[in-house]
């Protein structure tokens, strides 16, 4: 259970989008879990089943894999009012290929993929409202990739900040690096030759 004051910063999220379904709030409230998280603090491990997905409160975490040559490469960052799970994993019913780690002192919610599936049949403008946010991350999804081929190190890293601002606050370099696919090295000339 948690506190009812997060879970209106949930449903205030929502509400920005479509009007609040009589119920949904006490609902959300009866699947909900508050979570205080610390710098460091890893949520799913690569190898697990993927049973939770997470709502941010406040804070920043971020997915990341780990390679055969054991390095990282930084697949997602999530802030305030942004969910993070290994989707991937979870929609295929197979074991997670990435790690989630707290990179900023979090809160967050913590939610039961089964419980969502409740919520989303007892309310079928949220799933449909989901399913939205699903698209926006897959067009996210896609145009970092395009980056990833069109653009040079520099203009990946300026689009990166101008983009993601609060990232790039609570986001250690070695972090954004993998995240733009160079090494941090690189990253820190990259960022003395801007100043």
Not at 34 to 40: A, P, R, T
Not at 99 to 122: G, P, Q, T
Not at 128 to 140: A, C, M, P, R, V
Request: charged share 25%.
């Amino acid at each position: 259970m948690t506190d009812s004051s997060i879970v209106e910063n949930l449903v205030h999220w929502i509400s920005k989008s479509i009007e609040i379904p009589v119920g949904l709030e006490d609902a959300l409230l009866s699947i909900s879990v508050s979570k205080q998280l610390k710098k460091g603090d890893l949520i799913l491990k690569s190898g697990e089943m993927v049973k939770k997905t997470y709502f941010i409160i406040d804070g920043c975490l971020r997915s990341y894999l780990t390679d055969q040559a054991g390095k990282e490469h930084t697949i997602q960052f999530a802030t305030e009012n942004w969910w993070i799970s290994d989707f991937r994993a979870y929609f295929s019913k197979k074991a997670a290929s990435l790690n989630i780690e707290c990179i900023a002192n979090a809160h967050v919610i913590e939610m039961n993929w089964s419980d969502l599936d409740w919520i989303y049949k007892r309310f079928p403008t949220i799933e449909t409202f989901q399913k939205g946010n699903l698209e926006k991350h897959l067009i996210s999804l896609n145009t970092r990739i395009q980056s990833q081929l069109e653009l040079g190190a520099e203009e990946r890293y300026l689009k990166f900040i101008l983009d993601y601002p609060k990232i790039a606050e609570y986001a250690q370099n070695k972090h954004i690096a993998s995240y733009l696919g160079i090494s941090p090295q690189s990253l820190s000339r990259l960022k003395s030759n801007l100043e």
